[in-house]
């Protein structure tokens, strides 16, 4: 079964920092993009911060400066280094695997898409 795994999140105050995790299952053989994607009560889903697996990067306009991405191939893991985080970070962080070649129940596929369950980050003023 192909699952991604997220870890990190919690409760940190203003101007403090957080690192987020995402692990995703042995199943997987290679993913081309992952990234993070977060949702406020209220708001839509909007992205953080996408890293191909040649490190190319992007990031949402108010994460810049403030949140790098990184990736490790050989674990397929992503994680997300967040700085000066202020109250409006405040939402549900989502990991992302997008162009996924992997092993599931009906045998090897390519171009999947997958999220994780969503990890809670709450900054608090």
């Known amino acids: 079964q192909v699952r991604l795994v997220e870890s990190g999140g919690g409760p940190v105050e203003a101007g403090g920092s957080l690192r987020l995790s995402c692990a995703a299952s042995?199943?997987?053989?290679?993913?081309?993009?992952m990234g993070w994607y977060r949702q406020a009560p209220g708001k839509q889903r909007e992205l953080v911060a996408v890293?191909?697996?040649?490190?190319?990067?992007n990031y949402g306009d108010s994460m810049k400066g403030r949140f790098t991405i990184s990736r490790d191939n050989t674990k397929n893991m992503v994680y997300l280094q967040m700085n000066s985080l202020k109250p409006e970070d405040t939402a549900v962080y989502y990991c992302?695997?997008?162009?996924?070649?992997?092993?599931?129940?009906?045998?090897?596929?390519?171009?999947?898409?997958?999220w994780g369950q969503g990890t809670q980050v709450t900054v608090s003023s």
């Open positions: 042995q199943t997987i053989f290679t993913i081309i993009v």
């Open positions: 992302n695997a997008f162009g996924v070649d992997a092993m599931t129940n009906s045998g090897r596929r390519y171009g999947l898409d997958y």
């Open positions: 890293i191909s697996r040649g490190g190319a990067t």
